[in-house]
């Protein structure tokens, strides 16, 4: 997605989902979007969906699966 940096940060609504999906990992745990699992077409990486999840300011439900 977009990012903007600015002053040393960088922002974004991506920026800010990604924070919201990290607060649902364990430890241990790699979570990602499914847009991700897409790009990972054909890798070694395997993935376990966790369901859609609601994430404050996204209107839609987000697909999170865990990388094994």
Known sequence: GHVI??????IGSVVNMASRICSLAEAGEILVTESVVRLSAGSQHNFQERGPVH???LSEAARIYEVF
């Open 5 to 10: 940096e600015a002053n040393d940060q960088v």
């Open 55 to 57: 994430l404050k300011g």
